[in-house]
């Protein structure tokens, strides 16, 4: 929660408040969105101009569901009279500063940083879930990890939260910098992995790695840099930071790590956990060995809270997949279906095909991809659709691609000797969202037709691509 007065003292005399009422400075907002079909009774709307969208444009409909006031550039009239317009001259500018001066209150929360190329949703989940068994926790909300987002879910801190678990996005090097300097640094950092994400602005995955050592190193010397052991790039980042290093992975190295990995990849493997000289065993209803790592990364930050290794045992067998990532559905025609929609990148397709290649599977039954276009990748996009391709033959029976660059996936899996009859290609102007919904119904119909009981179906593809609208057609 934040008040009037957070968002008055923070900008000074570059504020203005239009209202058929005089505001009073400690009027307390629930929480803020830059979305108006999120907003609650008691919400601040920041309307932004985007890229695509004006965010004044939806004033009206955020005071109609009850938020409380908009924090904006230019005023509208279509609002009740006693409804507050915070007129700034840049509303970035000044969410920023409000959270800045609203964080610096809250001197008692360790904030938690999170980035990396895969998984920093699901890790942001993980470390949530097992802090919250010692002491209240805030955690980004979805997926609010960037420039918006994260002033946003700083501005939800309460004065019991004990730890604040921040996702935090970038897709150019100094952007977690500018991030920190704005706003607010953590005290710890994780860091997932280094991998092909955001290409398209990064350049190369050297860049990747450069723009995600940021977070590490802007940490405090008693500040914690939690690594991803197995990932050489995270690994290196341990040379860039003066805070603490805890790594957590399967390598020996790893001072948080995992040791005899069994039970099924797609349902949820067992292992046991490692911290200096204790043990316990783990059975985890996350998939795949991806599964493995975030678990690792989630208790690796509560060996860092003191936590016991009992707790945090415990705690990493309550969790469950974050929706959107491996969750396990009914499929169609009885088979089981991995919705994986939220987001792709090359690394995370083919985690998730090995891990349908590795699990057990009934008799005669097939493993099909569904997969949508890999965006921001830029030059490198047909390089990386052709790979990802490549990695299917042997590992997936039927590919089914949707889009534009998704023609590569088949180019790649047939290369790689997946036979031409199972593969299909369904092409749609990604920009014309009717043509890509009816590729995504074409290939709805192919599947409801095609699928057998058993059969294994993964559904992936870019966050732009909203795969998930094909789980009602299924």
């Not at 904030?111 to 805030?138: F, Q, W």
């Not at 290369?415 to 995504?440: H, I, Q, T, W």
């Amino acid at each position: 929660m934040f008040t009037l007065n957070d968002i008055l003292q923070s900008n000074t005399d570059q504020i203005h408040i239009q209202s058929s009422t005089t505001p009073d400075p400690a009027l307390v907002f629930r929480s803020a969105h830059h979305d108006s079909r999120l907003i609650t009774p008691g919400d601040l709307f920041i309307a932004r101009k985007g890229t695509n969208s004006d965010g004044h444009h939806f004033i009206p409909a955020a005071a109609r569901a009850g938020a409380l006031a908009a924090l904006c550039s230019t005023p509208t009239n279509d609002v009740p009279p006693n409804f507050l317009q915070i007129i700034v001259p840049d509303v970035l500018t000044a969410l920023h500063a409000t959270a800045r001066a609203r964080t610096q209150r809250q001197k008692d929360t360790v904030r938690i940083g999170i980035t990396g190329s895969n998984g920093k949703t699901s890790t942001k989940d993980a470390v949530a879930a097992v802090l919250s068994h010692k002491a209240p926790t805030l955690k980004t909300y979805a997926s609010y990890n960037h420039e918006l987002g994260y002033p946003i879910t700083l501005l939800r801190l309460e004065p019991q939260y004990r730890y604040a678990v921040l996702e935090m996005g970038a897709q150019r090097v100094g952007e977690l910098t500018w991030l920190c300097n704005s706003i607010a640094s953590p005290h710890w950092s994780i860091i997932t992995t280094v991998g092909a994400a955001h290409l398209e602005y990064f350049g190369t995955q050297e860049r990747v790695a450069i723009g995600k050592s940021e977070l590490v190193q802007v940490l405090p010397p008693d500040g914690f840099a939690i690594l991803n052991y197995d990932d050489e790039r995270v690994r290196a980042m341990a040379a860039k930071t003066q805070a603490r290093i805890l790594y957590y992975g399967t390598g020996e190295g790893a001072t948080v790590r995992a040791s005899n990995i069994g039970g099924d990849t797609l349902f949820g493997h067992s292992f046991t956990l490692h911290y200096h000289d204790q043990q316990r065993p783990v059975q985890l209803r996350l998939p795949g060995e991806h599964g493995v790592t975030i678990a690792l990364a989630a208790a690796a930050t509560g060996c860092a809270a003191e936590m016991s290794l009992d707790d945090i045992a415990s705690a990493l067998e309550d969790l469950s997949p974050t929706p959107g990532r491996c969750e396990i559905k009914p499929g169609p025609n009885n088979s089981i279906l991995i919705d994986d929609s939220f987001n792709a990148n090359r690394q995370s397709i083919i985690a998730n095909t090995s891990a349908m290649h590795n699990t057990s599977q009934a008799p005669n039954g097939k493993r099909w991809a569904i997969l949508g276009d890999i965006f921001q990748l830029g030059t490198y996009a047909r390089a990386e659709h052709s790979t990802c391709g490549s990695s299917l033959a042997g590992r997936v029976d039927y590919l089914i691609a949707i889009g534009d660059q998704a023609r590569f996936y088949v180019e790649g899996a047939i290369a790689s000797g997946m036979p031409e009859k199972n593969a299909y290609y369904f092409s749609a102007d990604v920009n014309n969202s009717a043509e890509l919904e009816a590729a995504k119904r074409a290939a709805a119909d192919l599947l409801k037709h095609e699928v057998r009981p058993g059969d294994l179906v993964l559904l992936k593809g870019s966050r732009g691509m909203r795969m998930e609208t094909m789980l009602a057609m299924l």
